[in-house]
């Protein structure tokens, strides 16, 4: 330790780091109070104890996305703050009354487990640095932009800067310093309990005797070394130890799927829909953005860049970033381009540590683009025909029941009483494909003697595709007439075979006061067997592929339910989307399905939300062409879906990928097979 006549220069200093590195995070914040308004969570403790202490994204990631390595790194420098938080208490609470604690057998537990964690940290550091010189070494550095002369995120997710390398030299050097000061002090001054300080013990016997002074140059030297993380840690990815902890004590309640409305006062008041300027976005949604650290966990599941899109969810959080800066606007940051790429699917929402919603950045720009009469094409088509005829394919409301002929299927209007209402959706109700499981799923719910009935011709659009594409006031005027509907016949349980219907009744229609019980029709259809009203199908194990939808597993967490139709009691379900459970199956009970790659919450998705059912795709950039691939490679003959969007989708590219009979075919279609 210094002397006291050094005390004075040694806290200067340290709150003068600790004060440059405050000044840095006021520029930022400067930026983030620009956005609108939040309301803080009441219990905003929660979030920091789930996602910064917790570290539950990081704990559901893969370890080849370096998992391990943060954990090791996280654990171990928090280890290190609390020990000397603890020793400052320990050293300093006697000025103010406090006994010093820091002695007996709490002095020898804490020295050793801190001394043990200390090591994990290191070796997380030295890991971490390995890692990204090896990707460096395959991909190559980013190329730096001609004007700005920072990186370009490339088709490369994973970019380093030389500063990252300046970050772990910095985070390696406080740990070894601090073990070397350790091992001096051992080895010029060895006492009977230093065996409660394993590392430092053992580096003592490489360690040379040091003279005083060398002593203390050692230990200014360390000291030096923890002035320059804290001046330098705002320029750091590291600086999310400070932007992360606010992102998640702020963040939203809101659900994975769901999107916030934009009321008409708030039109009237700004004379603008949507998001043009990067500070028309949420003060939480723009602290988030200073949360990034570039990892590239959004880029690398994004099923629209892996197919050679423009789309780069790290680059829009980092141009968005740049127009807040910049002052320029969002969509030109973007580009328009990358902004209609995305299917809203939430994987990059999904897999990003730090919290950061890219859907919502998306879409609050696509509303924009909607209002000011940017977007053409065949989407526009779909709008058009959502507002003239409540269904997005454009068939008249006439045709809702054609589906129905031969199937004495009970309607609302006749006055019936019914437990459960059995929502068609527009491709239930339009598409052949889409229409088989329709009259499937209501032919089992007569088999199974449920009280259902449908609305026919009064059904009309959820409007989810409207609001995902960025139209949101169709969108609005969908959900009040269905609410109005709800409410005209009291119904209070829905069942649907669509996903985006689920999702949207769910998560979005209780903004409109429609307060309503809603369960997939694999969810619906699991009870009736667990309750023996219908017998399970039984496929052939191995011989069927089942391709989980993205509102379905990712977005809601609804995974079991579909594979426990085919007698398949794998287990996925989880209440935290986030985070990947390990795959748990009945003792002695096959998998019968063949599972691809990408899977229950980690699923690919077939490329048709976000309105992009709509869009005229180029071929060889369809995602649907490689999630087919994937279910092909489980060597399956079947392959199984449960939305009509997905099978929409999958059924060109699978004609398309293979010459073989491949027979599509809905959950509720096995089920009736197993049941005739």
Known sequence: MPEPGWKLAFYGLTFLSLAVMAWQFVGPARHWMKGKPIGWKPDYVAGVMRYILGQRKVQGSRPKDGAPLHLMIFYGFLSLFVATTLLAIATYGPLIGLPNFHRGLYYLVYETVFDVLGLFFVAGVVWAFVRRWRNDRLHGQPPLDAETGKPVFSRNPLTSEAKDYVTLLILFMLGVTGYVIEAARIANSPQEWDWASPVGLALSRLTPGLSDQAYVGLWWFHAAWAWAFFAFLPQMRLKHIVTATLTAAGSPEQKMGELLPIRMEEVERTGQIGVAQATDYSRWHLLSLDACMSCGRCTEVCPAYNVGKVLNPKQVVADVHRALVTGDGVAASVSEEALWACTTCNACVEACPVLIRHVDII???????????????????????????????????????????????????????????????????????????????????????????????????????????????????????????????????????????????????HQFGGRLEVVHHTQFLNELVQQGRLEPATPEPGKVAYHDPCYLARVNGVSDAPRALVGDRTHFDTDEPAVVHALTREPDDPRRLAEPVQHAQKTLCCGAGGGRMWFDEEPGKRPSERRVRQLLDTGAKQIAVACPFCRIMLDASVKQATDEDVRLVDLAEMLLDSNR
């Open 363 to 509: 879409v609050d720009a696509r509303r924009n683009l909607v209002a000011e009469g940017k977007l053409s094409g065949t989407p526009t088509v779909m709008l058009r025909q959502v507002a003239a005829s409540g269904n997005a394919w454009g068939a008249p409301s006439s045709n809702r029941e054609d589906w129905m002929k031969g199937l004495d299927v009970p309607l609302c209007r006749d006055g019936v009483e019914f437990d459960v209402l059995l929502w068609v959706g527009c491709a239930g109700a339009t598409d052949p494909g889409a229409v088989r499981t329709t009259k499937a799923v209501a032919t089992l719910l007569k088999k199974a003697g449920v009280k259902f009935a449908c609305l026919g011709q009064e059904e009309a659009c959820t409007g989810d595709p409207a609001r995902r594409t960025g139209d949101e006031f169709l969108f609005q005027e969908q959900a009040g007439k269905n609410v109005h509907v709800f409410e005209k016949y009291g119904v209070t349980k829905v069942v649907t075979p669509c996903p985006h219907c689920f999702n949207t009744f769910k998560n979005e229609y």
